[in-house]
Nanobody, 124 residues
Framework: QVQLVESGGGLVQAGGSLRLSCAAS????????MGWFRQAPGKEREFVAG????????RYADSVKGRFTISRDNAANTVYLQMNILKPEDTAVYLC?????????????????WGQGTQVTVSS
């Protein structure tokens, strides 16, 4: 069992930056692929970024490539999402997820554990 707690969301103007953190409980953090997803009101949950178990491989949605960076610190049981050049369309609840899959999946069904989410609002 892995428990995930996100933090770092908030209100920011367009063009600004935020850094999200996701702290995981348990001693199996490094055994999981980690992902960030987001969900806006009335929309489906969508993949934002993912990172492999050792942090050596990352994957991004086209909409955030070049603006967002995912990283992890296995010693601290934490995964991060640095978000730069934020746009109003980035507004959503951002959720952290952990999965047992060997690859970085873009599908929510491939992730086994989820956090509660943190709200990110970007004003124009």
């Amino acid at each position: 069992q892995v428990q995930l707690v996100e933090s770092g969301g908030g209100l920011v103007q367009a063009g600004g930056s935020l850094r999200l953190s996701c702290a995981a409980s348990g001693r199996t953090f490094s055994n999981h692929v980690m992902g960030w997803f987001r969900q806006a009101p009335g929309k489906e949950r969508e993949f934002v970024a993912g990172i492999s178990r050792n942090g050596g491989t990352t994957r991004y949605a086209d909409s955030v490539k070049g603006r967002f960076t995912i990283s992890r610190d296995n010693a601290a049981n934490t995964v991060y999402l640095q978000m730069n050049i934020l746009k109003p369309e980035d507004t959503a609840v951002y959720l952290c997820a952990a999965g047992f899959a060997l690859w970085i999946s873009t599908f929510p069904k491939d992730y086994n554990f989820w956090g509660q989410g943190t709200q990110v609002t970007v004003s124009s």
